[in-house]
């Protein structure tokens, strides 16, 4: 049952996107009846499936919000701005009920009752709960409304004998066989099932009631009870819509045989009105659910074969055979793997639109809470990042928008006295570019404040108040820890949470942020991110004995540092004059401990790198071994965080090799604490 | 017998133990993943000396701590030779570098007894508990001090 119940779950996702999908299509003013049926049957099939798990909360929103639907689809209700406007905060609230229902807590009650007394001013229908079988008849009206092309109904009655069961026939299959031929909604009677002092379990007391939709003549319909004919009643009418309504259906399953049947069959009718829902909307080529530790376990495997293809290579390199045959298989092996592995990688990666559909219902609530008007205007939705990419991108983006909202798009007074429109863009876009993925978030409002951030740094001692700062340094101010530009606390950015944990975000998933800002125009955050957290291009240099790795994205060159580029400052620290700039040179095998002896600047090769910020160093390696893609293997699962070092990953030969984390070098040197010290407190 | 019938007997416990500096050591085999031959490893900066660095168990990155150098035994000379064993503690995959395995004990919990004062406190961190195997004492290692940050929070 938890199984169905997480299949239902599932299939509420879907149709809770499709639900906003539509209502925003009706927001934008298209009028297509198709679209309202659309939103008609996403609601009424997330109440059908709460329906049969007993989410009472849940049925009781979605029958008023159904009803709602109704009224609109009978043409009753004139769908104006205000009433979508509302219809998008119930479907909101709809999807805060589904959330509840799978993993528990509270909907907010307050919001609730409103939207739902919003909803019942809406509609005169009656609230759930009253007539049991109201919701009966509704799946009926649903079904007969439902776009049928040159298809009859034909009503049926079934009621097996015993001797039906006795030749182990499944009334379920006969019905599972019906639906193949059309749409159809089945109802159970139980009227006959005695007390249960006189109930013969190998008796049969069951009979159905079924209602198909199907362009298939009677003698299709007649086929299926073939081989039961003669252990069953059946009665086939045609075009008998006006059938009476069938008694309640059974909650409770009676003892007996038989009785397995009852709740079996519910999920009939839930899963033929799912499918119903799903199928005009199916645009998308065919897609097929897969667990993700079973794609994760997949792509593992192939870094697996990566490495092993790898190793394979260097040992035949090593071997020193020369074989033409052999190289070209080994190349091709190159190729396939790589093939597979960006097959793989394909597999995990996913729009970006759930992210984005989130935030349209975050603009909501923001525009609701501050008063403020907001268009939002999403581009590129259907850009593809890797799914943890966007797992763990939606917190980082709600404090960006959020704030966008709240600190730089004024109020419609405001706007309208600087010659704006009163109704604020927010524009959020995505885009691939040059293996990676870059997400815009623009907003036109008043832009950032100069004068007042470096007002505020100054006063947390951020910064000293003589510093000489370029426009862009003030507006990176913002992402420094323990700024918050809010004069007052906001019920929504003022969570304690700055755009320096936003940026830590981003950061920690191998991404940059940046910002842009135009006084009076507006501000744009843009975000750039790595396709794929799971391999990475690097250079592989070797330094005292040891092989490491620096990241690509980082790498701005490498030099041969002269002894006239050379300068030493102070006593351990030596600066390197890199096109007119002096960049500090850092020695890593000093830095991590690998060298007790300094290796003199002109023996080795300088890395010069960049930070997120664009602090510059060398980084003195030894040697530079080659550049390759490497697949990236935590060193925090089984150890700990370790300064200086990203990640771990594997080279050809099976060791393991570490990744070098360029931010937090160049960090530790600014901050003039040299990691080597702290090697040496933790060792001694 | 009295305790016996008061307390039910628990269920038998088997250990692995193994050498470290000629001084018998054990773990609950139910932590043991595996044990396999060394190799060399990938020292990272800033780790503490009995912090030998990173090996790769077919694909999985995992430190490798010597165990020698975590308790303060002086190894005994069998550098060749030496055995990494693979335990999970919580949810991390560690291998301990000892000098050799020896055995699998089958215990119950009333043979383990609290380790006694008279034990080194550094030891004492280490050892959840000593017992007697055939006049041999063996020490159950707490593994769940051994990583590093974990050792911090104890402290």
Request: proline share 4%; with cysteine; hydrophobic share 45%.
């Amino acid at each position: 049952m938890e199984r169905i119940k997480g299949v239902f779950f599932q299939d509420c996702d879907d149709l809770l996107v499709e639900l906003e999908t539509g209502l925003l299509a009706l927001q934008r003013g298209e009028r297509d009846p198709e679209i309202v049926n659309t939103v008609f049957r996403a609601v009424h099939s997330v109440k059908g499936g709460a329906g049969s798990f007993g989410l009472d909360p849940l049925v009781a929103f979605s029958h008023l919000f159904e009803s709602v639907m109704a009224d609109a689809r009978a043409s009753r209700l004139a769908l104006d701005a205000e009433v979508v406007a509302t219809l998008l905060r119930a479907a909101d609230v709809l999807a805060d009920h589904v959330k509840v229902a799978r993993e528990g807590g509270e909907v907010d009650a307050a919001r609730a009752a409103a939207i739902g007394k919003a909803l019942v001013e809406l509609t005169s229908a009656l609230p759930y709960g009253g007539a049991e079988s109201e919701p009966q008849e509704d799946a009926l009206l649903s079904i007969q409304s439902a776009p049928a092309q040159a298809t009859r109904c034909w009503a049926m009655r079934i009621r097996p004998h015993r001797e039906l069961y006795a030749k182990a026939n499944e009334p379920l299959a006969l019905l599972r066989e019906l639906r193949r031929l059309g749409e159809m909604t089945v109802e159970l009677n139980d009227d006959d099932i005695p007390l249960l002092d006189d109930l013969d379990p190998e008796q049969a007391y069951l009979s159905w009631t079924v209602l198909l939709h199907t362009a298939q003549n009677e003698s299709a319909i007649r086929d299926v009870f073939e081989f039961v004919e003669n252990d069953c009643d059946i009665e086939v009418k045609g075009e008998s819509v006006n059938i009476e309504p069938a008694p309640q259906t059974v909650a409770l399953a009676p003892v007996g045989d038989t009785s397995r049947e009852a709740p079996a069959v519910r999920q009939t009718v839930v899963g033929a009105a799912t499918e119903t829902a799903i199928e005009p909307s199916v645009k998308a080529g065919e897609t097929i659910r897969v667990d993700v530790e079973r794609v994760d376990r997949l792509v593992n495997l192939v870094g697996e074969l990566v490495i092993n293809q790898a190793m394979l290579a260097q040992h035949m390199l090593a071997s020193g055979v020369a074989m033409n045959q052999i190289d070209m298989a080994l190349e091709d092996l190159d190729h396939l793997t790589r093939d597979i592995q960006d097959s793989v990688m394909a597999m995990r990666a996913q729009p970006v639109k759930s992210m984005f559909q989130r935030m349209s219902r975050l603009v909501r609530e923001v525009e609701l809470a501050t008063g403020k008007q907001v268009n939002l205007i999403v581009a590129g939705s259907s850009t593809e990042v890797d799914r943890t990419v966007i797992e763990r991108l939606t917190d980082p983006l709600t404090h960006i928008v959020r704030n966008a909202i709240d600190h730089g798009i004024e109020q419609p007074p405001e706007r309208l006295a600087n010659n704006k429109p009163a109704q604020g863009t927010l524009r959020l876009s995505a885009a691939h570019r040059s293996g990676r993925v870059v997400i815009e978030i623009a907003d036109d409002g008043q832009g950032i404040d100069r004068e007042r951030v470096r007002k505020i740094a100054i006063e947390r001692n951020l910064v000293s108040a003589d510093a000489t700062l370029s426009e862009s340094e003030v507006d990176n101010l913002i992402f420094l820890p323990g700024f918050s530009t809010a004069s007052q606390i906001s019920a929504l950015s003022g969570r304690g949470v700055g755009m320096d944990v936003v940026k830590r975000g981003v950061q920690a998933l191998g991404g940059r942020i940046s910002l842009t800002s135009k006084k009076g125009e507006g501000s744009t955050f843009t975000l750039s991110l790595p396709l794929t957290l799971a391999v990475l291009d690097g250079m592989t240099v070797s330094v005292g004995g040891q092989s490491l790795i620096a990241p690509l994205t980082t790498l701005l060159e490498t030099v041969q540092p002269k002894a006239v580029d050379v300068h030493p400052l102070g006593a351990n620290a030596t600066l390197m004059k890199f096109r007119g700039e002096f960049v500090p040179l850092i020695d890593l095998g000093m830095l991590f401990g690998y060298r007790t002896e300094p290796l003199q600047p002109t023996k080795g090769v300088a890395l010069i790198v960049e930070d997120d910020v664009g602090g510059r160093a060398g980084l003195l390696v030894e040697e530079i071994l080659g550049q390759r893609q490497v697949v990236i293997k935590s060193v925090q699962a089984n150890y700990r965080a370790v300064d200086g070092i990203a990640a771990a990953t594997i080279l050809g030969d099976g060791r393991v090799a570490l990744i070098l984390d360029v931010n937090a070098i160049i960090a530790s040197q600014r901050q003039g604490a040299p990691l080597a010290d702290q090697r040496r407190a933790a060792t001694g | 017998m009295i305790n016996v019938q008061s307390k039910p007997q628990t269920k038998p416990r088997e250990l692995i133990s193994f050498l470290i500096g000629g001084q018998q050591f054990c773990v609950d085999i139910m932590a043991v993943r595996e044990i396999r031959g060394w190799s060399q490893a990938t020292p990272l900066p800033h780790a503490p000396a009995y912090v030998q660095g990173m090996i790769n168990l077919r694909g999985t990155v995992l430190p490798i701590i010597d165990m020698s150098a975590r308790l303060g035994i002086a190894p005994a000379d069998v550098a060749g030779r030496r055995v990494t064993i693979v335990v999970w503690i919580g949810t991390r995959l560690v291998g301990l570098l000892v000098d050799g395995v020896c055995d699998i004990l089958t215990v119950t919990e009333d043979m383990l007894q609290a380790t006694p004062e008279v034990a080194s406190d550094t030891l004492r961190v280490f050892v959840n508990a000593v017992l007697t195997i055939e006049d041999r004492m063996v020490c159950l290692i707490a593994l769940e001090h051994l990583l590093p940050e974990l050792d911090v929070a104890a402290a």
